[in-house]
């Protein structure tokens, strides 16, 4: 399943719009209409867009975390991140972002474009080494909340729900 959030469309490289999906779509109904199109697969071009996502100052505090026991705040309103035990974590400031953006959108595909973007970042440069970075950062107990997916982006993890997260620790 291919689930950006936001709009799914197959054009030809010419800008004519062969099909569009909103949010999510099977790979194989992607396959099967990118084969069915005739076109040449060079000249077919998958975009996707996807909402823009402006973080506020009052935001709740967002996590990423696979337990009670193994988890980050990641705190919008003070940009800081810590851990389940309250042990900062230093990050830089397109560290944070891109943590904030994994945690906006848990178990989801993040690409790098979604990655910039969501960093407001104004350069064309990779986010590999700040997310290099912010994973180092991480290690080695919390390193794993952020898993590359080959060919596609990364994922940032969520398994368990932070209510359950007993109050006095919040």
Same mark, same amino acid.
């Given at each position: 399943?291919?689930?950006?959030?936001?709009?799914?469309?197959?054009?030809?490289?010419?800008?004519?719009?062969?099909?569009?999906?909103?949010?999510?779509?099977?790979?194989?109904?992607?396959?099967?209409?990118?084969?069915?199109?005739?076109?040449?697969?060079?000249?077919?071009?998958?975009?996707?867009?996807?909402?823009?996502?402006?973080?506020?100052?009052?935001?709740?505090?967002?996590?990423?975390?696979?337990?009670?026991?193994?988890?980050?705040?990641?705190?919008?309103?003070?940009?800081?991140?810590?851990?389940?035990?309250?042990?900062?974590?230093?990050?830089?400031?397109?560290? !944070?972002?891109?943590?904030?953006? !994994?945690?906006?959108?848990?178990?989801?595909?993040?690409?790098?474009?979604?990655?910039?973007?969501?960093?407001?970042?104004?350069?064309?440069?990779?986010?590999?080494?700040?997310?290099?970075?912010?994973?180092?950062?991480?290690?080695?107990?919390?390193?794993? &909340?952020?898993?590359?997916?080959?060919?596609?982006?990364? &994922?940032?993890?969520?398994?368990?729900?932070?209510?359950?997260?007993?109050?006095?620790?919040?």
């Amino acid at each position: 399943m291919i689930q950006p959030e936001g709009r799914i469309e197959l054009t030809h490289s010419d800008g004519q719009i062969i099909e569009s999906w909103m949010d999510s779509v099977p790979a194989e109904q992607l396959l099967r209409t990118m084969h069915l199109s005739g076109m040449p697969l060079r000249e077919l071009v998958i975009r996707s867009t996807v909402e823009d996502i402006t973080p506020t100052d009052d935001e709740s505090p967002l996590f990423l975390g696979t337990s009670v026991d193994n988890y980050l705040v990641i705190d919008p309103g003070s940009r800081s991140v810590v851990t389940e035990l309250d042990r900062p974590i230093d990050v830089t400031i397109m560290g !944070f972002d891109i943590l904030a953006s !994994f945690a906006r959108h848990p178990n989801k595909v993040r690409n790098h474009a979604d990655l910039l973007r969501d960093s407001g970042s104004q350069s064309t440069v990779s986010v590999k080494v700040p997310l290099k970075r912010v994973r180092d950062n991480l290690a080695p107990h919390h390193d794993h &909340l952020i898993q590359s997916v080959r060919g596609i982006g990364y &994922l940032g993890i969520l398994s368990f729900d932070p209510e359950d997260i007993p109050k006095t620790k919040k």
